[in-house]
């Protein structure tokens, strides 16, 4: 079963950065594409990054110039390095994977707290 472990959140001033993690078992993480997905409290999950199995990224607004997306196919890992961080980036983020025939799976989330 394929599983997808985030890691790497936690509590930050504001100004400060973070590097999550997702780590995928299971085959085929080179030709899925994958993405970071993030909910703060009484609200919707929303897109964060994403990168497609060839590289392609794209980008939330409002994190656009502090963070980014990238994939290290050999280690079966995708990380969101996130610089600058705001406090209205608190929230649960969310590691997402699609597989080539349209398959979704999701992580059980990592939080990350940013005080002001």
């Known amino acids: 079963q394929v599983q997808l472990v985030e890691s790497g959140g936690g509590l930050v001033q504001a100004g400060g950065s973070l590097r999550l993690s997702c780590a995928a078992s299971?085959?085929?993480?080179?030709?899925?594409?994958m993405g970071w997905h993030r909910q703060a409290p009484g609200k919707q999950r929303e897109l964060v990054a994403e990168?497609?199995?060839?590289?392609?990224?794209n980008y939330a607004d409002s994190v656009k110039g502090r963070f980014t997306i990238s994939r290290t196919n050999a280690k079966n890992t995708v990380y969101l390095q996130m610089n600058s961080l705001k406090p209205e980036d608190t929230a649960v983020y969310y590691c997402?994977?699609?597989?080539?025939?349209?398959?979704?799976?999701w992580g059980r989330g990592t939080q990350v707290t940013v005080s002001s």
């Open positions: 997402k994977k699609k597989t080539p025939n349209g398959l979704v799976l």
């Open positions: 299971g085959r085929i993480f080179s030709i899925s594409d």
């Open positions: 990168i497609t199995s060839g590289g392609s990224t």
